[in-house]
């Protein structure tokens, strides 16, 4: 590791040789991230080729076996979003066969499997499916015994591409959240305007609530303008809130760009001098 900064060098060969270590380390992101505005997106093609093809593009390069050829890619599909709905699984299996990505398993985060979190531990691609229970998953992903979320990462942090599916995006981006955010900024005005509560007839779960996601996408995503509005101004200065429709797309490549496909992205940004998004 580069040494303290307040230690001084004995040589210029030390010091250049912590450089090279400090340089590997801030090399970010480690392979690519696919966030897509829904499930349709998996079975979108151009012409005569599927658009999921960009997927099998970023893949890492297998080690090669005992018989010289290259290891079968492998992918897991984490989907409690969706309460483990099988369905939407066999979907994300039907689009891993049009790039010949046959070794597929399903992880459920209420009890995974050992056959599971293993294949997981080798996978080359790891989706987070789509589906309304956010706040439950993510307390899935981050608080079981299995450390699941912590699995993601490193998969992630050793070459693995990631896939979100509309909600399971939040998980990728640098928060998740749930409910309407738009109602949240109103509850607030009308607080420090000292009138009652507009909102307040609300039950607790459909409040707007988000904590601090994986933070792997420098972003949140929205899937319309006056939401993307609204969580740039709660999230305040240095918060980047992009419009994900459910046909569009947001590749987070390897150089650090942010790529749009298949429509136009809008981002929205909090000017913490003007006070306004």
């Known amino acids: ?10 040589s210029i060969e030390a010091y250049l040789k912590d450089l090279e270590v400090r340089q590997q380390l801030e090399k970010a992101p480690c392979a690519a991230v696919f966030m897509l505005g829904s499930e349709e997106v998996l079975s979108i093609r151009y012409g005569n080729h599927p658009w999921i093809v960009r997927v099998r593009c970023e893949l890492p390069t297998r080690p090669l076996g005992p018989g010289g050829m290259e290891e079968p890619v492998r992918a897991t599909y984490i989907g409690a979003n969706s309460n483990e709905d099988t369905q939407r699984f066999a979907a994300f299996v039907e689009a891993m066969r049009t790039i010949d990505v046959f070794s597929c398993v399903h992880l459920k985060l209420a009890k995974p499997s050992a056959r599971a979190l293993a294949h997981l531990e080798e996978s080359d691609i790891v989706c987070l499916g789509d589906g309304p229970h956010v706040l439950q998953t993510w307390r899935m992903l981050s608080l079981n015994e299995e450390c699941v979320l912590e699995r993601v990462k490193w998969r992630y942090y050793t070459g693995a591409v990631l896939i979100g599916l509309g909600t399971g995006c939040q998980f990728l981006g640098q928060r998740w959240w749930v409910g309407e955010p738009r109602h949240e900024l ?14 307040a007839h609300q039950p607790i779960e459909a409040r707007y609530w988000g904590e601090k996601a994986t933070e792997i996408v420098p972003c949140l995503v929205a899937i319309d303008d006056a939401q993307a509005e609204a969580l740039a101004e709660l999230q305040g200065a240095g918060a980047l809130c992009i419009v994900l429709p459910p046909k569009g797309s947001l590749i987070f490549n390897v150089d650090g760009c942010l790529e749009p496909c298949g429509a136009l992205l809008c981002e929205y940004r909090y000017d913490w001098k003007a006070k306004e998004v």
């Open 1 to 10: 590791m580069p040494a303290d900064p307040g230690n001084t060098y004995r």
């Open 186 to 199: 109103e509850s607030r005005e009308a607080a420090k305007a000292g009138q009652p509560d507009p909102h």
